[in-house]
């Protein structure tokens, strides 16, 4: 599976969008690009992944770029409980090797 | 039922101890995994089981036993453990992969191991 490369930490305010970034700049055609966040001491959360389109549920938006080297998770309206460790998964879905392999991930604060 | 579920929450255990954590689920997912978390670590892969046989083992010691009774229940046996290995012990399901689709893997809670 692709490497993923994501800064470290990220502030957002909150009532603001945050904008996660991620670059993975050696994806392949069939991998699919998922995010994950874990608060604090619980277990990861899906929020919401892609392969080519945009996507958007209740929780997030994901915009993956043309050339699919990077995307981009949105929190519209981010709130206190949106911080969280976020991260950006690259992966193909196939029978055989079937993990999910964590990077080290995005930490955002969200401040009042 | 959209949840994992892992008992127990809290486990302290001595070097000499055996005991179990269990996870289990009820949403027909036929692929469920072990990952282990270090404090300010990402999670690590242990153990991948599919359609209830075991398909990935991650060089993982041979203290740490896995156990799949049924489609909904996912055992990890602990004997003679090292304090190193302490952590949050978490478990997942997903469904079976295939067909070109995209799933995400629904996580439990975690049980945080302490080994004295």
């Known amino acids: 599976d692709a490497k993923t490369t994501q800064p470290p930490s990220m502030d957002c305010a909150e009532g603001r969008a945050a904008n996660l970034p991620c670059n993975h700049s050696?994806?392949?055609?069939?991998?699919?690009v998922y995010w994950y966040r874990q608060i604090h001491s619980q277990g990861p959360q899906y929020i919401i992944h892609?392969?080519?389109n945009n996507e958007t549920n209740e929780m997030a938006s994901l915009i993956i770029t043309e050339d699919r080297k990077s995307s981009t998770l949105i929190l519209p309206h981010a709130t206190l409980r949106d911080t969280a460790v976020y991260y950006c998964?690259?992966?193909?879905?196939?029978?055989?090797?079937?993990?999910?392999?964590f990077g080290g991930g995005t930490r955002l604060m969200v401040k009042p | 039922d959209t949840e994992v579920t892992q008992t127990p929450k809290h486990l302290v255990m001595g070097m000499t101890n055996k005991k179990s954590l269990k996870c289990e689920q009820h949403?027909?997912?036929?692929?469920m995994y072990w990952y282990k978390q270090k404090a300010k670590k990402p999670p690590e892969l242990m153990f991948v089981?599919?359609?209830?046989?075991?398909?990935i083992n991650e060089s993982v010691p041979s203290r740490f036993s896995p156990e799949c009774p049924n489609s909904s229940l996912l055992n990890l046996h602990l004997h003679a453990l090292q304090p190193e290995d302490s952590a949050l012990y978490l478990c997942?399901?997903?469904?079976?992969?295939?067909?070109?689709?995209?799933?995400?893997?629904?996580f439990g809670s975690g049980t945080r191991l302490t080994v004295v």
């Open positions: 997942a399901s997903s469904q079976v992969p295939g067909r070109g689709r995209g799933y995400g893997y629904t």
């Open positions: 050696t994806i392949s055609g069939n991998e699919y």
């Open positions: 892609g392969l080519k």
């Open positions: 998964i690259v992966r193909v879905d196939h029978n055989a090797g079937n993990m999910l392999t």
């Open positions: 949403m027909g997912h036929r692929a």
């Open positions: 089981y599919s359609y209830e046989k075991l398909s």
